[in-house]
């Protein structure tokens, strides 16, 4: 499986999970069943809100799931319905939460638990 890290810097599996899919500024990817990791920049960081399109912003790499601090509900949406599983990250480096992944204790995104907004109340868990 190929899982998705959103993160600010490129330090590996010791990167910090970045706090928002759609503002990252690169993504890690770990192919959970070699250990690689790859890096692809986010294709789609400058886009409006609400307006994140995550395919673009993954450049079509083929992913299974994402482990992100915070996702607003379009981009949540679109990954789901490509088959893409999203998960709230509980630590801070990819090495934890892919630890947690590996058990199943990480918990899944709802359209419920999404950013709602950066204002007004818009109940956004990061």
Same mark, same amino acid.
Not at 51 to 67: E, R, T
């Given at each position: 499986?190929?899982?998705?890290?959103?993160?600010?810097?490129? *330090?590996? @599996?010791?990167?910090?999970?970045?706090?928002?899919?759609?503002?990252?500024?690169?993504?890690? +990817?770990?192919?959970? *069943?070699?250990?690689?990791?790859?890096?692809?920049?986010?294709?789609?960081?400058?886009?409006?809100?609400?307006?994140?399109?995550?395919?673009?912003?993954?450049?079509?790499?083929? @992913?299974?799931?994402?482990?992100?601090?915070? @996702?607003?509900?379009?981009?949540?949406?679109?990954?789901?319905?490509?088959?893409?599983?999203?998960?709230?990250?509980?630590?801070?480096?990819?090495? *934890?939460?892919?630890?947690?992944?590996?058990?199943?204790?990480?918990? *899944?995104?709802? +359209?419920?638990?999404?950013?709602?907004?950066?204002?007004?109340?818009?109940?956004?868990?990061?």
């Amino acid at each position: 499986m190929k899982v998705c890290f959103p993160v600010q810097q490129n *330090e590996g @599996i010791d990167s910090k999970v970045y706090n928002h899919f759609g503002s990252a500024p690169l993504f890690i +990817l770990v192919d959970t *069943e070699s250990g690689a990791l790859s890096q692809i920049n986010n294709g789609d960081q400058h886009h409006a809100h609400g307006a994140c399109n995550p395919l673009k912003a993954l450049d079509g790499q083929k @992913i299974d799931a994402v482990v992100v601090g915070g @996702i607003g509900g379009g981009a949540l949406s679109r990954l789901n319905q490509s088959g893409v599983r999203v998960y709230r990250a509980q630590s801070v480096t990819v090495r *934890e939460n892919l630890s947690r992944y590996a058990d199943k204790n990480l918990p *899944e995104y709802t +359209l419920q638990s999404c950013c709602g907004g950066h204002s007004h109340g818009g109940n956004c868990a990061h």
